[in-house]
């Protein structure tokens, strides 16, 4: 049966690696030059080919055997995005103001963790279920609160649940700041290893896509 492994890629491949966003536009032209475009898949799916970040051997091997315990694209693990892996701007230190993720309502305590991109014309709300633990601050109206005595947070799920007598009052914006990773999978079964032209420059495509776990 498939599972989700809370295990870290090698980050230092990870961190080399190229990719990004993919979305999926289903465009119509009419006879007139007109375009009809629509979405056939609502949120935003990340790709990513870590042959890029392969520099060594070693670094090969650990691929290789990271993706003998994963059975290839059956079980999936976390991605660290070096472009994107921080709610906080580039650059910038996390803070328990970066991301709304919700309001309160007096008796909800549960928030999952976001992230918005954009802000005028369409943003964009992904929804964060890998946190890295540890890293998650959270406000309520602008005011900081302590983990384990406030809130917990689940790492697995990237749901933030307020602990009784700490419930956000009605109408309180309720922020967070955070690390994160990606949730993925292998996408393919089988890596194709050519040492010879490893050495000669050659780098094997190790392809990596986003999951929902």
Known sequence: ???????LFPIDVALGAAGGPERVTEIVTSVSGREERNARRADSRRRFDAGYGVKSLAALSDVVAFFEERRGR????????????????P????APQDQAIGTGTGTRAAFSLA?????????YVRAIAKPVAGSV???VAGVEKTVGTAFA?????????????HIPASGAAVTAGFLFDVPVRFDTDFLEVNLTAFAAGDIPRIPIVEIRP
């Open 91 to 94: 650059g910038a230190a996390v």
């Open 137 to 139: 601050r959270v406000a």
């Open 1 to 7: 049966m498939a599972a989700f492994h809370e295990v």
């Open 153 to 165: 947070v689940d790492p697995t799920t990237g749901i933030v649940t307020f602990l009784p007598g």
């Open 74 to 89: 059956l079980h999936g693990f976390r991605w660290r995005d070096r472009l994107d892996h921080s709610s906080a701007a």
């Open 115 to 123: 992230k918005t991109y954009g802000a005028l014309h369409a943003p």
